[in-house]
């Protein structure tokens, strides 16, 4: 028999990992519901057609398609074998493949307000804690399976979305301790950028090869642009563009010079200058940077774009996203703005290992452990455990009478910060030894105060 294992670019996660992701998604719920989100879920799975076709070429190509069921009779079985052929030659076909497991939050979202839309209070303001599949290639802080946090606003064009949500980012990461640059950009200002070249035909081209810079480096973007059919010229003004420098005001003012004669230009413009300055307004922060590298390499965005990176580590983006203005379009419900961003809960746990900056109170759901030292002394120990947990103290009881040893290496390693010691002694006393597992000291403490010692901890 072989040893178990698990798929590919999938993992466990043990009683401390969970704990640590419930405290990164917590800290996020929190947030989100204090700026007025309601919780939304929808299915693991989707129809084929409802993802196809929703995030580029590239995209597609990583969509986990289902196996119908029912394949085993001897008709389909015929029917998916010549369906698997149209497969091989890159078509999807219904006979094999109807349905695919979610590639993001965003477009079951869109598809959610479609189906609902006469029912939704507008705007609509909706959070989303949901597991997502790629057939992506496995590596550091890349998974086929992961978790995303999704934050989203349908039925508003006021700027005041992308501001809000930008605060949002750095409130979060704030609590995380984790510090990030918000990187900020405008799909129109690249929709202007196609403009001025004369090469709209190109936009998705371009906006795909600028999105690879940091990871490609501008010799392989500028190849890649080549290679789509982009002519010398055009690609000296993609270069021009994409090495602009400075400040925001002066990244504005060369983007004034280089596009702002396109009414796109001139849009996506005002539009970064608005959120820039409401964000330094509202917070203070010096920490939203103009990049007009960003990109997002997906076709429904089409104003405002946002990245976040965790400074001094290397990983990842750890969070995105930008405006919709017609995502529902795509489901027969045209002209509803959206926007909305997107936390990489594994990216940022990942962060948050690096930096070990998770608190110790991840590390154990237990905070008290009662010592077993005999049928009598451990119904007493079992008394006070559960006014303990009526305080909220989280506690348990060693399950038999064993050595002291044993119960102090279980207690280590499941790293619990204290016990509590009820002896044939102290049962007389009415009292309890507890000991700090970290500092070591101990200290007598009568079963009346014990809730209170350990509130005050």
Known sequence: ??????????????????????????????????????????????????????????GDKLIFKILNNGLSDAKNIEKGKAAFENVLLGKNDKNLTERALRYDLTIPFARYVAMNYG????PFKRYQIQPVWRADRPQKGRYREFYQCDADVVGSKSLINEVELCIIYATVFEQLGIDVTIKINNRKVLAALADVTE??????????????????????????????????????VIEKYI????NVSEKLQALQILIGQSESGKAGIEALQYVTDSYLQYTGKQNLELDTTLARGLNYYTGCILEIKANGVQMGSIGGGGRYDDLTGLFGVPNVPGVGISFGVDRIYDVLEELNAFPAFTNSSTQVLFFNLGLQESSAAFTQMQLLRKSGISCELYHENAKFDKQFKYAEKKQIGHIVIIGTKELEQNVANVKNLTSGKQQTVPFSELATYFSNL
């Open 119 to 122: 029912q939704l209070a507008l």
């Open 199 to 236: 090469a709209n035909d190109k936009f998705t081209a371009i906006t795909v090869a600028i999105d690879k810079l940091d990871k490609i480096g501008i010799d392989k973007v500028k190849e890649e642009l080549a290679a789509n059919g982009l002519q010398d010229k055009q690609i000296a």
């Open 1 to 58: 028999m072989s040893k178990p294992s698990l798929p590919q670019g999938t993992r466990d996660f043990g009683p401390v990992v969970v704990r640590k992701r419930n405290y990164i998604l917590q800290t996020i719920r929190t947030v989100f519901e204090l700026y007025g989100y309601e919780p939304l879920e929808t299915p693991a799975m989707e129809n084929m057609e409802t993802l196809l076709g929703k995030y580029g070429d590239e």
């Open 243 to 246: 090495s602009i420098t400075g």
